[in-house]
């Protein structure tokens, strides 16, 4: 039964992900000026992978003085404050992609 809580969510997510992963670079791609789309798209990855770096090493230095559930239930909840913030935002209401700017 394990196997089925570890295996539906990993298939689920990597199929979510990969339309996320279209439809971000798709706008990326519609509002950026060509001479600007590797910059943005350098900065883009950095900032991902630079987050996950830093949200690692953070969560690693709290785990000791706090615990793991500690550590666990922040992580979450700044997982779901983040979802909320692009929720809210004009983002979610775009239907159209800006024309691009030269």
């Known amino acids: 039964m394990w196997v089925v809580f570890m295996v539906v969510p990993q298939l689920v997510g990597d199929g979510l992900w990969t339309v996320h992963d279209i439809a971000e670079l798709s706008l990326r791609q519609a509002v950026t000026p060509d001479q600007m789309r590797g910059r943005v798209n350098i900065a883009t990855v950095t900032a991902s992978l630079g987050g996950n770096v ?49």
């Open 54 to 102: 830093l949200g690692s090493r953070l969560a690693g230095a709290i785990v000791g003085p706090f615990g793991l559930r500690s550590t666990l239930a922040v992580g979450a909840s700044l997982t779901v404050l983040a979802g909320l913030s692009l929720f809210f935002s004009p983002v979610r209401r775009t239907r159209d992609f800006p024309s691009r700017s030269s």
